[in-house]
């Protein structure tokens, strides 16, 4: 199994950052790919940024300049510094885990969200 336990989200004015945390637990499995999603009211959840086992990034347009991900293998966590934040990225953020075991095959676990709000 695979635990994700998020901490930094919080209310900031635009402009403002802010760093998301996201710490694994994992026992059997490995990581292949992880980072967050966010969802705001009323609209659907979106892929922010991505991370994977190789490095590789992956941004959602709207914050590629302002957001980076980044991660810390010896402590199976991983980070997503928020800067020039707008009102537009209030929601909750979510980190997830796409994760690989011998006898479970591929499984995406989730964190349990954190509310993000900028104001203006």
């Known amino acids: 199994q695979v635990q994700l336990v998020e901490s930094g989200g919080g209310l900031v004015q635009a402009g403002g950052s802010l760093r998301l945390s996201c710490a694994a637990s994992?026992?059997?499995?490995?990581?292949?790919?992880m980072g967050w999603y966010r969802q705001a009211p009323g609209k659907q959840r979106e892929l922010v940024a991505s991370i994977t086992s190789g490095d590789s990034t992956n941004y959602e347009d709207s914050v590629k300049g302002r957001f980076t991900i980044s991660r810390d293998n010896a402590k199976d966590t991983w980070y997503l510094q928020m800067n020039s934040l707008k009102p537009e990225d209030t929601a909750v953020y979510y980190c997830?885990?796409?994760?690989?075991?011998?006898?479970?095959?591929?499984?995406?676990?989730w964190g349990q969200g954190t509310q993000v709000t900028v104001s203006s």
């Open positions: 997830f885990a796409n994760c690989w075991a011998l006898y479970s095959g591929y499984r995406v676990f």
């Open positions: 994992r026992s059997g499995f490995s990581i292949n790919t």
